[in-house]
């Protein structure tokens, strides 16, 4: 009588339909590499920042104070995955990682010393360093977007002169895995204001600053199985 050989683990659970059940991004997947799990191309993200913003920065003009509490609500889509092209791809790369396209909509709270509110959207590209086995991920990012505010309304100062200005910027963090669905970030941030010319007043901002934050990674929302 002939005994069956054992067989290896499955990657996926079969239910009693047979249907095939993905199993969690940060279970043990056996290759060692859980965090590529979740950073992976179509993942949605949601992500708070809260942080404050602070002006002059020793870039740029040395005038005037700008200080300002800002909250950003990003909306986020993972572009690829690690190890799917170029010379980052090999695993023991430092550079391995993903891009991630960002829309950002934020509003900031102006407490010195001139306007009091800007409301906007970012439009962003991160790129995660994704690390095996990693649960810290660094990031960094650029951008550049537009807000409204009042602050032209204070004529006494040259920096900001339109209702509409103007906001490239540039950031990096680290990301702290939760778990499965959920990091904790914090994140360092370079921003400048101005408004292109189209304005008589136009010496502009450059802000510095640091946010903290969550994230929400979704589970594969139009994936079957985590595959195309």
């Known amino acids: 009588m002939e005994q069956s050989s054992p067989t290896s683990v499955p990657k996926e659970v079969l239910t009693a339909t047979n249907a095939p059940v993905r199993l969690s991004p940060m279970a043990d997947t056996g290759n060692g590499d859980a965090v590529s799990k979740i950073f992976v191309e179509d993942r949605i993200t949601l992500e708070f920042m809260a942080g404050a913003m602070f002006s002059p920065c020793g870039l740029g003009p040395t005038a005037p104070v700008f ?3 800002q909250n950003n609500i990003r909306l986020g889509w993972m572009l690829d995955s690690p190890n799917s092209w170029g010379p980052c791809a090999d695993i023991d790369s430092p550079l391995r ?7 950002e909509t934020t509003g ?3 407490w010195h010393s001139f306007g009091t509110y ?7 590209v991160r790129y995660n360093f994704v690390q095996p086995d990693w649960i810290v991920v660094p990031y960094v990012q650029g951008g550049a977007g537009i807000v409204y505010t009042n602050a032209r ?10 209702n509409w200005e103007f906001t490239p910027q540039f950031s990096g963090g680290l990301k702290f895995l939760i778990d ?11 921003q400048h204001i101005s ?3 189209t304005s008589a007043r136009n010496e ?3 802000a510095y600053g640091a946010f903290a934050g969550f994230t929400y990674y979704f589970d594969d929302l139009w994936l079957q199985d985590g595959r195309h």
């Open 67 to 69: 200080n300002y509490q």
């Open 97 to 103: 990682g993903n891009f991630e396209g960002i829309f």
């Open 108 to 110: 900031s709270y102006i």
């Open 118 to 124: 800007m409301v906007g959207i970012t439009g962003l």
């Open 153 to 162: 309304n204070w004529s006494n100062q040259e920096a900001i002169g339109g």
């Open 180 to 190: 499965d669905n959920f990091s904790f970030n914090i994140e360092g941030a370079f």
């Open 195 to 197: 408004n292109a010319c």
């Open 204 to 206: 502009g901002v450059n």
